[in-house]
């Protein structure tokens, strides 16, 4: 199931949010003993409750908003509530990623303070959800000056059964020679391949070149930023792979 959210609202309002769960399981109370014909109580087995995964995880949108003569920001990205390690990573990032973007269009206009030049700093967000996984995945643009931003991802998969967020590997259950393989095949076969070693280059078996991943039950879609494996006007690409 797959949830394509890019809302809007203020840090610090309240964030409405809705989320469906599956409907927990129960067990019911057992019988009381009963005594039997030599007056013996029988044995009351009482199951184990088993706790149920959600199949949506509760989230709610956080938004970052600036304007500034020397920066536009728009950042958006889910925060779970009931999920803080999720969350936090999620912060984390936004937290490392974007201040240094800023910093270096402050220092630009500080020695040039007549240019128009503004940069920008776009952050959204999507949430794949099946049985066991929650994916998140963030695509943020970044305009520092020339002819064209940058569009990068960032991925974070968290595994519901396990409670831990997970790599590729640990995800999938393939390895990273695997992956690497399959990515390879595929993109050799589209329109803009040239022999020139770019698509090897770009996806070398490690999670730097292969991390960045979504998992939709069956369905492992693999994304590499632009200039990764292809030419800039071929932008964002991605492969899926079948998994067994």
Same mark, same amino acid.
């Given at each position: 199931?797959?949830? @394509?959210?890019?809302?809007?609202?203020?840090?610090?309002?309240?964030?409405?949010?809705?989320? &469906?769960?599956?409907?927990?399981?129960?067990?019911?109370?057992?019988?009381?003993?009963?005594?039997?014909?030599?007056?013996?109580? /029988?044995?009351?087995?009482?199951?184990?409750?088993?706790?149920?995964?959600?199949?949506?995880?509760?989230?709610?949108?956080?938004?970052?908003?600036?304007?500034?003569?020397?920066?536009?920001?728009?950042?958006?990205?889910? #925060?779970?509530?009931? @999920?803080?390690?999720?969350?936090?990573?999620?912060? #984390?990032?936004?937290?490392? *990623?974007?201040?240094?973007?800023?910093?270096?269009?402050?220092?630009?206009?500080?020695?040039?303070?007549?240019?128009?030049?503004?940069?920008?700093?776009?952050?959204?967000?999507?949430?794949?959800?099946? /049985?066991?996984?929650?994916?998140?995945?963030?695509?943020?643009?970044?305009?520092?000056?020339?002819?064209?931003?940058?569009?990068? @991802?960032?991925?974070?998969?968290?595994?519901?059964?396990?409670?831990? &967020?997970? @790599?590729?590997?640990?995800?999938?259950?393939?390895?990273?020679?695997?992956?690497?393989?399959?990515?390879? %095949?595929?993109?050799?076969?589209?329109?803009?391949?040239?022999? *020139?070693?770019?698509?090897?280059?770009?996806?070398?078996? *490690?999670?730097?070149?292969?991390?960045?991943?979504?998992? *939709?039950?069956?369905? &492992?879609?693999?994304?590499?930023?632009?200039?990764?494996?292809?030419?800039?006007?071929?932008?964002?690409? %991605?492969?899926?792979?079948?998994?067994?």
């Amino acid at each position: 199931m797959k949830k @394509n959210l890019f809302l809007t609202i203020s840090i610090g309002a309240t964030a409405a949010f809705s989320a &469906l769960f599956l409907s927990c399981q129960t067990t019911k109370q057992p019988a009381a003993p009963q005594a039997t014909s030599t007056g013996t109580a /029988a044995v009351a087995t009482v199951a184990t409750p088993v706790e149920a995964i959600p199949a949506v995880s509760a989230y709610e949108p956080v938004s970052i908003k600036e304007k500034l003569d020397y920066i536009t920001t728009d950042i958006t990205y889910p #925060r779970f509530p009931g @999920n803080k390690e999720l969350s936090s990573a999620i912060e #984390r990032y936004v937290q490392q *990623d974007y201040p240094p973007v800023k910093a270096e269009a402050l220092e630009t206009k500080g020695k040039n303070p007549t240019s128009v030049l503004s940069y920008e700093y776009i952050t959204n967000y999507e949430v794949i959800e099946d /049985a066991t996984f929650t994916s998140v995945l963030l695509t943020t643009y970044t305009y520092t000056g020339g002819a064209h931003g940058l569009e990068s @991802n960032k991925s974070f998969v968290w595994n519901k059964k396990t409670k831990a &967020l997970q @790599n590729v590997v640990q995800a999938s259950g393939l390895s990273y020679t695997a992956i690497a393989a399959k990515c390879q %095949t595929a993109l050799k076969k589209r329109d803009f391949y040239t022999a *020139d070693g770019s698509v090897e280059a770009g996806t070398q078996p *490690d999670d730097e070149h292969l991390g960045t991943f979504t998992i *939709d039950g069956k369905k &492992l879609t693999i994304y590499f930023d632009p200039y990764a494996v292809a030419p800039y006007s071929e932008g964002i690409q %991605t492969v899926d792979i079948t998994l067994p």
